[in-house]
């Protein structure tokens, strides 16, 4: 797989049916190793390993519903209280992060209301703080280490 731009980590894997698989630590079993689900496994780790997020407050491929339609998020970092600290939004290295990605992530954050989002294709990524009060995002240059 491409090398990405994030610190160096090891990760388990298998062969499954002709396919590599990749060890997911958070959903406790294999998943099949797409150069998404790479860019996923890395910002897993990047949150858990150097940001301290919890494992325990990490979520990872769940629907949502938006407008009616069923989504499936990325990545989340919740709260203790059950808030949503971060919102994750992954795409592969060979995919341009543009205004339609920014898009794609603020209408999921309307129903999921994160204090901060994340926008990653492993080569590039972007961080934001929501100001609901003033219905805006700053950008930053990287998400707070978890307090």
């Excluded at 519903?65 to 998020?73: D, E, M, P, T």
């Excluded at 703080?129 to 978890?146: H, V």
């Amino acid at each position: 797989m491409q090398k990405l731009n994030f610190p160096s980590y090891s990760f388990r894997f298998k062969n499954s049916e002709n396919k590599m698989a990749i060890f997911d630590e958070i959903r406790k079993k294999f998943i099949i190793l797409t150069p998404e689900e790479w860019v996923r496994q890395h910002v897993v780790r990047f949150l858990s390993e150097e940001k301290k997020y919890p494992k325990s407050l990490i979520n990872v491929e769940k629907v949502l519903l938006v407008n009616g339609l069923r989504k499936r998020y990325d990545v989340v970092v919740f709260n203790s209280d059950g808030s949503i600290e971060v919102l994750v939004e992954c795409k592969a290295p060979e995919v341009k992060i543009t205004q339609g990605t920014f898009d794609q992530i603020a209408r999921y954050n309307m129903t999921m209301k994160s204090n901060f989002l994340m926008v990653s294709n492993g080569l590039n990524h972007y961080f934001c703080q929501m100001d609901y009060q003033n219905e805006k995002y700053q950008f930053l240059t990287a998400i707070p280490d978890y307090k």
